[in-house]
């Protein structure tokens, strides 16, 4: 298998001139005076006609690109729009290679390479189709900033043909913080992967993730029918497709072979492990060959389709697992591309991708519906029910226009309506699940700048009022039975993720480009959720079925079991031991049917 990229071998090795290349290459001049969120009770205002660009639709997508600039680490330029951010870890890597700047992957301070290439990738990926909403919505220059903070950080990350750094924090260290960006705990160690301790996994998901933005800056579509987006740049394209090809060959290439990249960085197995590469292979084999218009690459693509079983993979789509996104992509190059129409039988893999599209539009294994209309996949919706659900209906808006059937078109875009409006209001909560956009939206996202709060102890309480606005952060959102509490301590509810945006994202531009009816959530006016949310306080992590993190019987982070045994004592200590053995026996004893 490996002979298979032995010609990337050959890539210039270009990394350093690459990464000196990145930073001087202009990018798209942003909008003076400064784009900015308006306030959530605008949200609860219907427009006046169904005209396009829907203005409601324009101002989330522009609050949803927002929120990765609440994200950012490093130093901050003037445009700096989020005011309540401030520079921060600005030494990060210092002694290795500057790994400052970048994004912190969700409601704390660590920075992690496999959900971030995965959540540019996503986004790219939805540019090359709707890139024309962000056009329309007038937040092209914003999408080109936000791309290139990340893209710029992992050129950064890959400062050797055959090193990539995965991950930057402790974990533990770090969740044992609540508070600002300008005490974050330091010196925060650094992971790479290297020929002798590689990680399949990720460097073929980062090499995607600069092949999908190439495209998008080398003025590509993926759809005869979309506009390319106004962001052509050859010279910072090329820069990227370096990278991804050298990446890819590293993936594949390496001297140490294939294996998931938790064996190299044991530290990131309990936060972002990976459980399959031959999906991230394929993925970013596929890319790369429509970038550089190559039929052998597709082909590979295929031999790890096929050899890594991935046609009997998990449905639900995450950074994780790109099973169900394969075949779309495949389907989407074939028949965009003439150079590669004949590479593989575009037929064959339409008919892979319906068969699964319409599993889950048929919502009866492995995913199903909640009673309230939410697609959930046991286990992959378990700590993030939004995330597959809207993934979904991302790949089902991408196929639609290539489905055998005009029955099977209606039926994948009416599901995937179905799903953004229960992310955006049309739920049992009456809650859109994103802060900032409806007075009905969360109040309490789980973020440490975003909360004020510096005691661990009591993350819920203080300060009783999140301190600043995370406008556009998408939550992690409510539990099997449709109940959400709205809590920042329940984490698997309320926080935020870099690739829980992604998704929206796509879908957000999409209805810019193709709507000019309003949101769902116009229709929420204050009070609304205060009505629907559920008595009492949020069980632990959400879901009773699904055990919290070290089995823990309560819901208290790392940070709280410290802090609470400091309050305690000792002599609190047997206490506390025994109210957690009462809490655990209750939890586990056999309950009478309600």
């Given amino acids: 298998m490996k002979a298979g990229l032995s010609w990337l071998r050959a890539a210039p090795f270009l990394s350093l001139i690459c990464t000196q290349i990145s930073t001087s290459v202009a990018q798209a001049p942003l909008p003076t005076p400064a784009w900015t969120p308006p306030p959530a009770a605008s949200g609860a205002i219907s427009s006046a006609n169904a005209n396009r660009p829907n203005r409601q639709w324009s101002t989330l997508l522009g609050d949803l690109i927002y929120f990765y600039d609440a994200q950012r680490s490093g130093n901050f330029p003037a445009s700096n729009r989020v005011v309540w951010r401030n520079d921060s870890l600005l030494n990060d890597g ?198 550089d218009s190559s039929p052998a690459l597709l082909q590979l693509a295929k031999t790890y389709w096929d050899k890594g079983s991935l046609a009997q993979g998990d449905l639900a789509l995450t950074w994780d697992d790109k099973n169900s996104a394969i075949p779309v992509l495949m389907a989407e190059a074939l028949s965009s591309l003439p150079t590669l129409s004949s590479a593989q039988d575009i037929n064959v893999w339409k008919a892979q991708a319906e068969k699964m599209l319409d599993q889950i539009v048929a919502a009866k294994g492995p995913g199903h519906l909640t009673d309230g209309g939410l697609l959930y996949f046991d286990g992959s919706s378990d700590f993030a029910s939004l995330n597959p659900a809207l993934n979904a209906a991302m790949l089902l808006i991408k196929y639609a226009p290539l489905a055998t059937t005009t029955s099977k078109t209606n039926d994948y875009l009416a599901f995937a309506k179905l799903q953004l409006d229960y992310a955006l209001g049309n739920n049992p909560m009456q809650m ?117 993190p070290n089995n823990n019987p309560y819901d208290f982070s790392r940070g709280e079991q410290i802090a609470v045994g400091v309050v305690f004592g000792l002599g609190g200590l047997a206490v506390l031991v025994m109210g957690l053995w009462y809490i655990r026996a209750w939890l586990t004893a056999p309950k009478k049917a309600e």
């Fill in 94 to 291: 210092q002694g290795s290679t500057d790994l400052s700047g970048g994004y912190y992957d969700a409601g704390d301070y660590i920075k992690a390479t496999l959900p971030l290439a995965w959540s540019l990738n996503s986004i790219c990926w939805g540019v090359l189709e709707f890139g024309n909403g962000y056009q329309d919505a007038n937040q092209t220059a914003y999408l080109d900033s936000m791309l290139r903070w990340g893209l710029d950080w992992l050129i950064k990350a890959h400062p050797q043909p055959n090193t990539l750094y995965v991950l930057v924090g402790d974990d533990r260290r770090d969740n044992d913080y609540w508070g600002g960006d300008q005490n974050i705990p330091t010196p925060r160690p650094t992971y790479q992967i290297n020929d002798t301790h590689p990680g399949t996994d990720v460097a073929a998901a980062t090499s995607a993730a600069f092949s999908s933005c190439a495209l998008v800056y080398a003025n590509k579509t993926l759809s005869s029918a979309s506009i390319p987006i106004a962001l052509i740049n050859a010279t910072y394209s090329d820069v990227l497709l370096t990278h991804s090809r050298q990446l890819l060959s590293f993936a594949v290439n390496a001297t140490a072979g294939m294996q998931f990249y938790q064996k190299a960085v044991p530290e990131i197995a309990d936060i972002y492990p990976s459980t399959s590469y031959y999906d991230d292979l394929a993925f970013a084999s596929i890319f790369l060959g429509v970038a």
């Fill in 432 to 548: 859109p699940y994103v802060v900032g956009i409806n007075p009905n939206s969360p109040q309490n996202p789980h973020s440490a700048p975003a909360s004020g709060g510096s005691d661990v102890a009591n993350i819920n309480t203080s300060p009783p009022q999140e301190a600043y606005v995370l406008y556009g952060a998408v939550v992690g959102g409510p539990d099997k039975n449709d109940d959400f509490w709205d809590e920042r301590r329940d984490w698997v509810q309320t926080e935020v993720a870099l690739d829980y945006n992604a998704p929206l994202l796509t879908l957000a531009a999409w209805k810019v480009a193709t709507d000019g009816n309003d949101p769902y959530y116009t229709r929420l006016q204050d009070g609304a959720y205060a009505a629907n949310r559920p008595a009492g306080t949020s069980r632990p992590c959400s879901n009773p079925d699904v055990p919290c």
